[in-house]
């Protein structure tokens, strides 16, 4: 999966919402979130973010926001 992460932060962008083909961009408390599950890792988003705040989950030290993504998308 694909994860949103702090440089997202009050930027709010939502390019990244009208590229991806399966809808799986949610509103955060304060930024923008990905639904990990429903994520299917095309690639799409990544390069539409102004903020360069998208990154794949293998990167490394992400943990965090994957949680964050995970909890923030499973509210709605
Ligand atoms: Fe959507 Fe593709 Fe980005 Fe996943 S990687 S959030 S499916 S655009």
Known sequence: TYVVT???IK???TDCVEVCPVDCF??????LVINPS???DCGVCEPE????A?????????????????KFSAEW
């Open 38 to 40: 429903e994520c299917i």
């Open 6 to 8: 702090d440089a997202c």
């Open 54 to 70: 998208i990154l794949p989950d293998t990167e490394d030290n992400l943990e965090k926001w994957l949680e964050l993504n995970t």
């Open 11 to 13: 930027c709010k962008y």
């Open 49 to 52: 973010c102004p903020a360069e």
């Open 26 to 31: 949610y509103e955060g408390e304060n930024m």
